[in-house]
């Protein structure tokens, strides 16, 4: 019996993570030691919408699984632990959430393109002038 429910904590440390879906990406910029400048023109501004989404029919079969394991694994017990097993599966795994960031992307006079990434909405529109400096990126 011990070694039933020792089975189904491990199925639910490993199943759990499954139950939602998480998407994330980065970009990083290194800085020069020396004072330097970049000149070019916005392109594009793109909004970017980052999605966290459950998946309550997943959680609660998880959960009914593992409830029914911890129940006994026979008879009343196991359906009474399925039952509940779904139901916190399913609540654990129904959260959402977002978040939203903005890309900048610049034509520079060089020739290079670069996009910039800002968690809020950045200053720069497409057209707009800009320089980039070890500093960050700026209106000309």
Not at 36 to 44: A, L, M, P, S
Not at 54 to 78: D, H, Y
Request: positive net charge.
């Amino acid at each position: 019996m011990k070694t039933f429910r020792r089975i189904a904590l491990v199925l639910l440390v490993a199943v759990m993570p499954a139950c939602a879906t998480t998407t994330t990406t980065s970009t990083e910029w290194g800085q020069g030691q020396a004072e330097w400048v970049r000149y070019g023109t916005v392109t594009t501004v793109r909004e970017v919408i980052q999605r966290r989404e459950g998946n309550p029919a997943g959680g609660a079969l998880a959960g009914a699984i593992i409830g029914g394991i911890l129940g006994g694994g026979r008879g009343p017990g196991a359906l009474f632990g399925a039952a509940g097993g779904a139901a916190v599966g399913a609540a654990a795994s129904s959260g959402s959430s977002e978040r939203r960031s903005y890309e900048v992307w610049v034509r520079f006079q060089d020739g290079g393109y670069q996009a910039f990434v800002y968690a809020s909405y950045p200053p720069f529109r497409p057209g707009d002038p800009v320089a980039l400096t070890p500093h960050g990126l700026y209106h000309a």
